[in-house]
C-alpha cells in the first residue's frame, strides 16, 4: 500500500551544498549543530555519516497554517512588539508531504541498522506520516505510536480540545536498540496495593509466601508454629526474617514485605501524560516557539540509545535534543534552517558546557556548520572596538555598535533604549583569527532570559607567546539573531 498526492517524488534528488566549518566551540568537535535547510544538509552528510545515526527525534513543522515568533528582548527592557520571526509553518498539504517523504528517506539511509526514528507531528499529518514511514521503513519497522497528552484541557469552541501530539516510532530492522524504561504507578494503585507502612515510614505490600497452587513446588516446613508448604527454603526464611523483610499477620501468617522503594515502576506505556509542555512560567523556557520539554526527549533518548550513540535532530529548534544528548553521554547533530534556532541553540549549549565546567564534569565541544547558501547579511552595522592592554595580557572594549535596522524595526530607536549596545544579544572573541579558518571561541559572554546585563569589556587577559601584531575577530549576535564579525589588529608588546 502506498500514499500518493501530487508531486510525489519519485527519485531520490540530491542536491548538493558542501558543509563549511565556521566556528569551533569548546576542545572537541564530535557534536554537530549545522545551518542550513535540511534538503541541503542530509545528502552532505551522508557520505561521513551514511548508517552511522543511532537515533533520529524530529519534530518538523506540524502545517499548522501560521508563523512562528519570538520575543523580542533588548538591552534590559521588556519583551517587546514586534516579535522577531523564528519560522514559518504555512504549508500546502502536497508539498508538506513531499518535504517529508524526501527528508526521511535520506534519514533511512542514515541510519544505523539498530537505529530508531521517532517522528513529532499532531492530528494534522501524523497518519499521512504514518503511511509514509510505513512505505520507506516497512510495516514490520513500525513499533509504537505515543501519544503524549502536552496539556490538560483546551477550549476548542467547536469541537473537542487538542490535547495531544502524535510521536511515531520506527526502527531500521528487528534488531534495535532498547532500554526498557518504567514510571512512577499511579496513586490508585499505590494506595491499593502497598498499604503498610512500617516503622520509617516506608511502604510496603504484603506479598504471598505460600506455595500453595504454585506449579514451580515449594517447601514444607513449620514455620513460627505455623506448617505450610513455603516458596522459599527455611534458611531463606530466616535471612529474611533476620532482615526484618516478613510482616506477620494478625493470625500470625508470614508475608513479605515487597517495598515501593525497591520496585522500578510501572513499564512505560504508549500513552504519556505525565510530562507538562514548556510554560510561560517554566523554568527551561528559552523563548523558542513551539520548545519540547527535555523529559519528553530524555525518555526517548534513554529507550532507544546508549551512551556515546550518535543522536540527530534534523529539525531542532531550540536544541532540546542536543542538550539532552550531551548530559546523557551521547554524541549529537543538530541542523536548523532558522537563524534564530542557531543562536538558541548556540547558547544553550554553551550555557550547559558552563554548568558541566562548574561541576568539574567533561564539555566535548562542538563545531557550527553552515550551507553554502545561507543568505548573506543585509546591511553593515556600526561597530567599534578597542584592545585593553594589561600586564602583557589583553582585553577588547566594545565601544559601538548598532546593527541596520529596517524599517519596521526603526520605531525601537523610540523606545528607551541606553545605546546601541543594547542590542548586542551575545559576543564573542577568537584572539587567534586566521582568514579562512573557523572562529575559534577563547571567549564569549551573552544575556539570557533571566539575566539581562552583558559585559562590554572581556576578561579572559588574554597572553601572547610570541610578542608584535595579531588578529581577532569579534563575533557580535544581535537581538534579532544577525551574525556578524569584525578583525581588528593588535600590537602585543613583550
Ligand atoms: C517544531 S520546531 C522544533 C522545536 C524543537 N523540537 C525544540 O524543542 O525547540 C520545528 C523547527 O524546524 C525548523 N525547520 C523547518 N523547516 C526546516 C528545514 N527545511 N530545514 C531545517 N530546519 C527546518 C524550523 O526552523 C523550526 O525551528
Known amino acids: ?72 528582548q533588548i ?5 517587546t512588539a514586534p516579535k522577531v520571526l523564528a519560522y514559518q509553518d504555512i504549508w500546502d498539504r502536497d508539498a508538506y508531504l513531499s518535504m517529508l517523504f524526501e527528508r526521511l528517506t535520506l534519514m533511512r539511509r542514515l ?17 499521512y506520516a504514518k503511511v509514509i514511514l510505513d512505505e ?43 532500554n526498557r524504561l ?22 510496603f ?35 529474611l526474617d533476620q532482615q526484618g523483610k516478613i510482616y506477620y499477620t494478625t493470625s500470625g501468617l508470614p508475608r513479605l514485605k515487597r517495598y515501593l522503594d525497591e520496585m522500578p515502576g510501572k513499564p512505560l506505556q504508549s500513552i504519556w501524560d505525565d510530562i507538562s509542555v514548556i510554560s510561560s512560567r517554566s523554568q527551561e523556557r528559552l ?17 532507544s540509545s546508549n551512551p556515546q550513540d550518535l543522536v540527530a535532530d534534523f529539525f531542532c529548534g531550540s536544541g532540546t535534543t542536543g542538550i539532552v544528548a550531551e548530559r546523557l553521554g551521547r554524541r549529537w547533530i543538530m541542523v536548523d534552517s532558522s537563524q534564530m534556532a542557531i543562536h538558541t541553540c548556540r547558547k544553550r549549549v554553551i550555557e550547559l558546557y558552563r554548568r558541566l565546567q562548574k561541576q568539574t564534569k567533561p564539555d566535548h565541544g562542538f563545531a557550527l556548520y553552515r550551507t553554502g547558501n545561507s543568505p548573506a547579511p543585509a546591511g553593515m552595522p556600526l561597530f567599534k572596538a578597542q584592545p585593553i592592554y594589561q600586564d602583557r595580557t ?40 586566521q582568514p579562512g579558518q573557523p572562529f575559534q571561541h577563547h571567549w564569549q559572554t551573552y544575556r539570557t532570559r533571566k539575566n539581562r546585563t552583558l559585559k562590554t569589556i572581556s576578561d579572559r587577559g588574554h597572553s601572547y607567546t610570541t610578542p608584535g601584531p595579531h588578529t581577532i575577530a569579534i563575533k557580535v549576535i544581535d537581538a534579532f539573531g544577525g551574525d556578524w564579525n569584525f578583525v581588528i589588529a593588535i600590537t602585543q608588546g613583550c
Open 136 to 178: 520507506i521503513f516497512g510495516v514490520d519497522n513500525f513499533r509504537a505510536e505515543i501519544i503524549w497528552k502536552r496539556t490538560t484541557a483546551h477550549s476548542d469552541a467547536h469541537g473537542y480540545g487538542q490535547i495531544h501530539d502524535n510521536i511515531l516510532f520506527y526502527t531500521k530492522s528487528s534488531q534495535f536498540t532498547w
Open 205 to 239: 505490600m504484603a506479598d504471598n509466601l505460600s506455595a500453595s497452587g504454585l506449579k514451580g513446588g515449594g517447601y514444607h516446613y513449620s514455620w513460627k508454629g505455623k506448617f505450610g508448604f513455603w516458596r522459599c527454603p527455611e534458611t531463606t526464611m530466616n535471612h
Open 75 to 79: 538591552g534590559c527592557t521588556p519583551e
Open 182 to 203: 518504567h514510571c512512577a504507578y499511579d496513586s490508585n494503585y499505590v494506595m491499593k496495593n502497598y498499604r503498610y507502612h512500617d516503622r520509617n515510614g516506608r511502604r
Open 287 to 303: 523563548g523558542y516557539p513551539t520548545q519540547k520539554p527535555e523529559a519528553l526527549l530524555e525518555r526517548i533518548i534513554q529507550a
Open 1 to 72: 500500500m502506498e500514499l500518493v498526492w501530487n508531486g510525489k517524488p519519485t527519485a531520490e534528488v540530491l542536491p548538493t551544498s558542501p558543509l563549511a566549518k565556521v566556528e569551533q566551540i569548546g576542545g572537541g568537535d564530535r557534536n554537530w549543530l549545522i545551518w542550513g535547510d535540511n534538503q541541503l544538509v542530509l545528502p552532505a552528510l551522508l557520505e561521513q555519516f551514511q548508517g552511522q545515526i543511532d537515533l533520529i527525534y524530529i519534530d518538523p513543522p506540524f502545517a499548522v497554517g501560521n508563523n512562528f515568533t519570538m520575543p523580542l
Open 394 to 433: 589583553v582585553d577588547i572594549q566594545i565601544i559601538e555598535f548598532l546593527p541596520p535596522l529596517s524599517q519596521d524595526l526603526e520605531k525601537l530607536r523610540e523606545q528607551p533604549i541606553a545605546n546601541g549596545l543594547d542590542f548586542i544579544d551575545f559576543w564573542a572573541i577568537d584572539f587567534h583569527w
Open 111 to 127: 541510519l544505523s541498522n539498530q537505529g530508531s526514528i521517532y517522528v513529532h507531528l499532531d492530528s494534522r499529518m501524523s497518519h
